[in-house]
């Protein structure tokens, strides 16, 4: 199977692999290719860029969450339709799950993939050095395919000079690319980069960025890269549902303030239920549903604005109430929650699971979870084995008495040992579960709110 792409790696977080990738897409977009963005990993605020860089939704292809058949046919399924694809990569080309083994890495995933990867460094103040590190890059896993380099944050034409020559002639690796330090306006919070939602000049960011690609970068030589990638096995697609009638209304706030889903998480939700999007900061009533999904995001930028839809809210804590089923997330979990206390305040939630929630200046969890289910809940049975992360500033107090889901086997959760308050027939957790993970997931929750609406 011939499908042309390419991995846009990076020696490691913040190097300026996001702004390279974005470029590219948004450059190849213009000269008329039809581009399929992907992002390695489980984020969610990258995949937002690409999307409106491309007009194709993101996929994430992450090793730890996904088993390699499919993170294979995630890629293949969703390429329809495109000319190349590009891969973001996270973090450094090999970091991943733990010390030792590759499990959750970009270098994993290129080899899945059989992509070729192109390397972005920030040179920023060395030259011969940049060799030493460079070919140490090569050298770590003859595994990846590593085609080539693009050297970020050049100080001048002469550092330029001397960091391509020891790059070429002592690390033997192509110079794709030699980038000079650039006032790009990509500016960061505690999760990473601003989403491109909330962004009013996404179009002139996207022209500055793909701008500097065109005029820094090596884009004919990376296309021939791409193109030259090895074909990949053939793959069973995942069945796709016959279009019949949708048995239940699935509610979705999706909006500035929740944005923290998975596509993939929605298609699969898409198969046997109708999506109805909501918007927590405009909506006033809730539509006729069968269930409510709320993902993560930032409620504590927007927690003002949040407890001022008080009409919304008691919408969401009658529909709680009813006993029909609620999934909410990370954001959304301190959205049910009884308030969200910030550095302007403390501001009133839904108020229907017992919790107050206070945010902190530094991590309280970040990284790959791994939990078990101490009892069953909408979303798993007794003993399933839950796989996701955390990534949050937030902690939460129990205000209450609650019924936990979950027993964590890695990772956080609520109070470092269970996650997953269960009230009614809601559930909130701190982990982001790829459904794709394990489909029974899915299917599971479509099930409740089936059984809930005889």
Partial sequence: ??????????????VGKTMISIGLMRLLV???????PYKVGPDFIDPGFHHLAT?????????FMLDRQTIIETFVRNFKGADIAIIEGKTGLYDSSDAISEKGSVAEVSKILKAPVVLVANVERLNRTAAAMLLGYKLFDPGVMLEGVI???IGSQRHAGKVKMAVEKLAGLRVLGVVPRKNVKMPY?????????????????FDSISDIVEKHVDVDTILKIAEKAPPLDSVVENEIESEKEKQVRIGVIRDQVFSFYYQDNLDELSKYAELVFLNSLEDKKLPNLDALYIGGGFPEVFAEELEKNKKL?????????????????????????????????????????PLKTKMYERFQAQGYSVYRASKSCIIARRNQKIVGHEFHYSRPTITGKVDFAFRVERGFGI??????????????????????SDKSVSKRFIKNAIKKKK
């Fill in 30 to 36: 213009s000269r008329g290719y039809r581009v399929q």
């Fill in 189 to 205: 919070r505690h999760l990473g980069l601003v989403t491109a939602y909330e962004r009013e000049d996404i179009e002139e960011l």
């Fill in 415 to 436: 109070d470092g040992r269970r996650d997953g308050i269960m009230k009614e027939n809601t559930l909130g957790c701190y982990i982001h579960v790829h459904f794709l």
């Fill in 313 to 353: 809210r008691e919408e969401i804590y009658e529909f709680c109430q009813s006993g029909k089923p609620v999934y909410a997330e990370c954001g959304g979990l301190m959205y049910l929650g009884e308030s969200l206390e910030t550095s302007d305040g403390e501001f009133e939630m839904v108020g229907f699971l």
């Fill in 151 to 153: 050297l970020n944050r």
């Fill in 55 to 63: 007009g194709r939704y993101s996929r994430n292809l992450d090793s």
């Fill in 1 to 14: 199977m011939e499908i042309p792409r390419v991995v846009i790696a990076g020696t490691s977080s913040k």
